[in-house]
């Protein structure tokens, strides 16, 4: 089944303490993305990454940093996570070819709950 | 500038009736798609429907359409027959990327919650 999963699902941490969301996808997409979503904001791009070791900044980079040392993987890291991250985080992939951007070729993972106290 | 613009943060519906949730966008590339995903409130997010910028016809998907205007950069969603499962957030999309210079992202509007009374 193709899917895109991410984990945790949900998390509490505390301010400073690093943390890492991952995010897998089992389709051989190239593209891949994380999203944040704050109420009244919609979602919202953090870093996107065109294939394995080409990451670029998003609309909302600050405070975050990616890898894509393999094509399946693309993990989020939160250095030094502030109470101003907590979110909800979307990882999403893609073929990266444009002649297939058409329909649903976007992939979502079901979404982590973050909170930083 | 926002590139996507959902009007409405707040909408209700009478239950079996039908209605519409606005959706404006910008851009400048000729070719483009146009997303609408389903939220609830467990959080995942559910594609409901996609049109392209060079479809002749506008988008269906069971009780869902897509009311595609080009000239006035609108894509209006549209549910018939309102059921209570329908209760959830509403995010219109935009991918721009056939060509220029977009990597193809996907930009979100901030969204709509819409509301069915029985």
């Known amino acids: 089944e193709a899917q895109v999963t991410q984990n945790p699902r949900y998390l509490i941490t505390v301010t400073g303490k690093k943390l890492t969301v991952t995010c897998s996808q089992n389709m051989n997409h190239e593209y891949m993305s994380w999203y944040r979503q704050d109420p009244g904001l919609g979602l919202r791009q953090i870093y996107y990454s065109m294939n394995v070791e080409v990451t670029d900044k998003g609309d909302v980079p600050e405070g975050y940093k990616v890898s894509r040392k393999e094509k399946r993987n693309f993990p989020l890291i939160l250095e030094s996570p502030s109470p101003n991250q907590t979110s909800l985080y979307f990882c999403a992939s893609s073929p990266s070819d444009r002649t297939r951007f058409s329909g649903n070729t976007i992939y979502f993972g079901e979404g982590s709950w973050l909170t930083v106290v | 500038a926002q590139k996507i613009t959902q009007t409405q943060p707040g909408m209700f519906v009478q239950e079996k009736e039908a209605v519409t949730l606005d959706c404006t966008y910008d851009?400048?590339?000729?070719?483009?798609?146009l997303f609408w995903y389903k939220q609830p409130s467990s959080g995942e997010m559910i594609f409901l429907i996609y049109q392209g910028s060079y479809d002749q016809q506008n988008a269906t998907e069971g009780r869902y359409s897509l009311n595609f205007q080009k000239a006035r950069k609108s894509a209006n969603l549209v549910i018939s027959a309102s059921q209570l499962g329908d209760s959830a957030m509403y995010f219109c999309?935009?991918?721009?990327?056939?060509?220029?210079?977009?990597?193809?992202?996907?930009?979100f509007g901030k969204g709509t919650k819409l509301s069915v009374k029985p």
């Open positions: 999309a935009m991918r721009e990327g056939f060509y220029g210079g977009s990597q193809g992202n996907l930009i």
């Open positions: 851009t400048s590339d000729p070719s483009y798609g």
